[in-house]
């Protein structure tokens, strides 16, 4: 088996994956005939190197031999597909992805699948595109396709049908149910990217165990500076999990972040904990030095993608910030619970992170043992010494089993 996993992180065009898989091994030559073979002497491809922001890339540039090309319908584009001497599975998913760009379009302008013209696409170069990344996976013996959080952009885009939004709304409906973010200014995702992206990866999953053979990088046509604009596949074959994996979940998050310099510094703590109360996972700040040297703070917010938009918004709120920047991370965590234990006289939560049916980690609540300590006169450091002897007492230590009597939450 051979496996595959795609970065989207930059954005994802037709274009781009192509140039991609050749890069990391497909023959051109096989690309060509497969296209040729349902559109004989339409278009040509050639292959360049290029840099995108410093970074190597290839290049596939798909041109037409004749300027004046008709927009083809879904039918048509059907027909040329199911006649054309391609490789079964080359010819089922380039059937699968076009069907799936059809039924999004059709529904974007309210008209019948079968009659739907592709015109932002372009019949000549998405054929290309669609057929070629078909082309490539089979000639590359990919069994396997999965795709990380693709990167859609945001901002105005000029089309045959005028001026759109960022997505367009072809990109929105296609891009239903995967995980997405908007990665930069601008189109970053294409239609024709991510109908083959939603169509052919199994599923949105971070990069898998593989046995890396090659990464292939593809250009698209700009070069923004500070961003590559490039897609990435990664090649390989399936790896085992190794005992380091199998001992944590992994959980995809979102981090927020901005830069804050006029905030009275005694609002902080109260900042932090409507953060953590309005459901992030963590929130902290660190020490920055901003521009003409004036002393500021970074804030950031780790939560889970779908609180991110009503995290955003509290940020805004209780904060002076005039803008939060946002990136996605894979977040890898023990899974947890409390116990409790008695220490002088009361029950104090202790908070246990286990895996396998073992304690890796047990730790007395801070909060609780802070109020006894309060209630009944000592040092807070006593009061937890006190706790971490208890739970020691009590066997939660390292390695040992996991008590069946762990609750999700502290008493």
């Known amino acids: ?182 990665g930069g200014e601008g189109e970053l995702a294409t239609p024709t990217g991510m109908a083959l992206l939603t169509t052919l990866a199994r599923e949105c999953a971070p990069l898998p165990p593989l046995r890396l053979e090659r990464t292939g990088i593809g250009a698209g046509s700009r070069d923004t500076p500070g961003r590559p604009n490039v897609t990435r596949v990664f090649l390989g074959t399936p790896a085992p999990a190794t005992p380091l994996d199998s001992a944590f979940d992994a959980c995809e998050a979102v981090v927020l972040e901005t830069n804050i310099d006029d905030l009275d510094p005694r609002a902080w703590p109260s900042v932090l904990a409507s953060l953590m109360e309005a459901g992030a996972s963590d929130a902290w700040l660190t020490p920055i030095l901003m521009k003409k040297g004036r002393p500021a703070h970074t804030l950031s917010v780790l939560c889970p993608p779908q609180d991110a938009q009503p995290l955003r918004d509290a940020v805004f709120r209780l904060t002076t910030t005039l803008g939060v920047r946002e990136r996605p991370v894979r977040k890898t965590e023990l899974q947890r619970g409390w116990t409790l234990v008695d220490v002088l006289g009361s029950r104090l939560p202790v908070k246990v992170g286990h895996r396998g049916g073992r304690i890796l980690q047990a730790t007395p609540e801070f909060g609780p043992a802070a109020a006894l300590a309060a209630r009944l006169g000592l040092p807070v450091h006593v009061v937890l010494a006190a706790a971490g002897t208890a739970a020691h007492q009590a066997g939660l230590t390292s390695s040992a089993p996991t008590p069946r009597t762990l609750t999700p939450e502290p008493a």
Do not use: K, N
């Open 1 to 182: 088996m051979r496996a595959a996993w795609v970065d989207a992180s930059a954005g994802i065009a037709g274009d781009m994956l192509l140039a991609a898989l050749v890069d990391g091994g497909a023959a051109l030559g096989t690309v060509r005939a497969a296209v040729e073979a349902v559109v004989p002497g339409e278009v040509r491809l050639d292959r360049t190197q290029v840099t995108r922001a410093g970074m190597r890339a290839t290049r596939i540039h798909v041109t037409p031999s004749d300027d004046d090309h008709a927009h083809r319908t879904w039918r048509e584009v059907r027909r040329l597909i199911e006649a054309a001497p391609l490789a079964d599975p080359v010819r089922a998913s380039a059937l699968a992805v076009f069907g799936r760009l059809a039924v999004a379009e059709a529904h974007v302008h309210g008209t019948g699948t079968d009659e739907v013209h592709f015109h932002e696409v372009g019949a000549w170069d998405s054929i290309a595109d669609v057929v070629g990344v078909c082309a490539a996976l089979h000639d590359l013996a990919v069994t396997e396709l999965t795709a990380g959080p693709a990167a859609l952009g945001f901002g105005r885009v000029t089309t045959a049908h005028g001026e759109l939004p960022v997505p367009a709304p072809a990109v929105a409906e296609l891009a239903a149910e995967w995980q997405v973010f908007a």
